[in-house]
């Protein structure tokens, strides 16, 4: 449920904005290659966010650390969108599933699931309702359990609340779609290979 990632919300590091995206089957090496990123350095998860507000809008590459996480690679990026960005999404996701999720602190977010470059599912967390996809109407419910149901509901009251509650919301879908719980003390444990890929 949303509420099991509460702790995010004190993670300050990432509070201009942020994108997890996990591709089943690849190794960290593999995403890189099929990206065409360069691999630049070892890091842990305070260099990886910590070092000022990530990506610059503008900027002529992108930057994403990856590590490996039981049969997913997760992508993690500061204030970056590499990973729902089409072009890379669907280059990533092909012959594979990709989930991906990314926010700003004042703009947009996006949630994406995508099957062999396909999309499954595709929505701004803010908009739940407002699913496109071929697995849209599958995956409706698996989103209100999550957390979207209850944020519909807030949607009237404190925005601040209700776009948190969204944040949150989403961060639980996509475990619901991995299998995976993306923890605190996961992320903090991790290894993660500081990538930079250029801009199309």
Same mark, same amino acid.
């Given at each position: 449920?949303?509420?099991?990632?509460?702790? !995010?919300?004190? #993670?300050?590091?990432?509070?201009?904005g942020?994108?997890?995206?996990?591709?089943?089957?690849? $190794?960290?090496?593999?995403? =890189?290659? #099929?990206?065409?990123?360069?691999?630049?350095?070892? =890091?842990?998860?305070?260099?990886?966010?910590g070092?000022?507000?990530?990506?610059?809008?503008?900027?002529?590459?992108? !930057?994403?650390?990856?590590?490996h996480?039981?049969e997913?690679?997760?992508?993690?990026?500061?204030?970056?969108?590499?990973?729902?960005?089409?072009?890379?999404?669907? $280059?990533?996701?092909?012959?594979? $599933?990709?989930?991906?999720?990314s926010?700003?602190?004042?703009?947009?977010?996006? #949630?994406?699931?995508?099957?062999?470059?396909?999309?499954?599912v595709?929505?701004?967390?803010? $908009?739940?309702?407002?699913?496109?996809?071929?697995?849209?109407?599958?995956?409706?419910? #698996?989103?209100?359990?999550?957390?979207?149901?209850?944020?519909?509901?807030?949607?009237?009251?404190?925005?601040?609340?209700?776009?948190?509650?969204?944040?949150?919301?989403?961060?639980? !879908?996509?475990?619901?779609?991995?299998?995976?719980?993306?923890?605190?003390?996961?992320?903090?444990?991790?290894?993660?290979?500081?990538?930079?890929?250029?801009?199309?």
């Amino acid at each position: 449920m949303a509420g099991d990632y509460a702790w !995010f919300g004190a #993670v300050d590091d990432l509070a201009e904005g942020f994108c997890f995206t996990w591709v089943r089957g690849l $190794t960290p090496e593999q995403v =890189i290659k #099929v990206s065409e990123g360069k691999e630049l350095e070892r =890091i842990g998860w305070e260099q990886l966010v910590g070092s000022g507000d990530g990506q610059q809008m503008g900027a002529e590459q992108y !930057f994403y650390g990856v590590a490996h996480v039981g049969e997913w690679a997760l992508l993690v990026e500061d204030n970056g969108t590499f990973g729902t960005t089409d072009l890379q999404a669907r $280059t990533l996701g092909r012959g594979t $599933t990709l989930v991906s999720f990314s926010w700003k602190a004042r703009g947009l977010g996006r #949630v994406l699931v995508l099957e062999d470059a396909s999309y499954r599912v595709d929505f701004d967390p803010l $908009t739940s309702e407002k699913v496109s996809g071929w697995g849209a109407s599958e995956l409706a419910t #698996v989103a209100d359990a999550a957390g979207f149901a209850v944020a519909r509901d807030l949607r009237s009251g404190d925005q601040a609340e209700y776009r948190k509650y969204c944040m949150l919301s989403a961060f639980a !879908f996509v475990e619901r779609v991995t299998g995976v719980a993306m923890t605190e003390d996961l992320l903090e444990r991790l290894t993660y290979l500081l990538t930079s890929v250029r801009a199309s």
